[in-house]
């Protein structure tokens, strides 16, 4: 590994992603400094408290709160949840089953098994053309 390599570092916008939290919920010190690969490494490895709280109640940032429920991003917004949600929040959600996010789910069921099927037909290509 190049030197340049160890010791990349990050904004803490782009670790909180990677690590799949809110950033505004994250300690001020996570917030305010610099990450290095090797701390991220660390971070996820051995979780601090905090954020292995942050991961279990939340607030959760939009790509987490999407794939908790089953839907896209966009459909998060369409069904009009532009916030990041608490876990407790997603559980109630999915106890209501609004209408939206029930068509939503279905959208991205949907969206799944075409996505299925032409990775099939390209597979089947493959092989054909082996």
Excluded: C, D
Excluded at 7 to 31: E, H, I, N, R, W
Excluded at 64 to 74: H, R
Excluded at 85 to 113: D, F, G, H, Y
């Amino acid at each position: 590994m190049s030197s340049q390599q160890s010791t990349q570092t990050m904004k803490p916008a782009t670790a909180a992603k990677k690590l799949g939290v809110y950033l505004p919920a994250t300690p001020a010190s996570f917030q305010e400094g610099v990450i290095s690969r090797a701390e991220l490494n660390e971070l996820q490895a051995n979780p601090p408290e905090w954020l292995s709280e942050l991961r279990r109640t939340g607030p959760h940032p939009r790509p987490v709160v999407a794939a908790k429920l089953g839907v896209s991003i966009a459909g998060l917004a369409r069904g009009g949840v532009t916030e990041p949600l608490t876990s407790e929040q997603i559980e109630a959600l999915k106890e209501e089953r609004p209408e939206w996010l029930e068509k939503e789910r279905a959208t991205q069921a949907e969206v799944r098994k075409e996505t299925a099927r032409i990775k099939n037909l390209k597979k089947e290509k493959e092989q054909k053309g082996a």
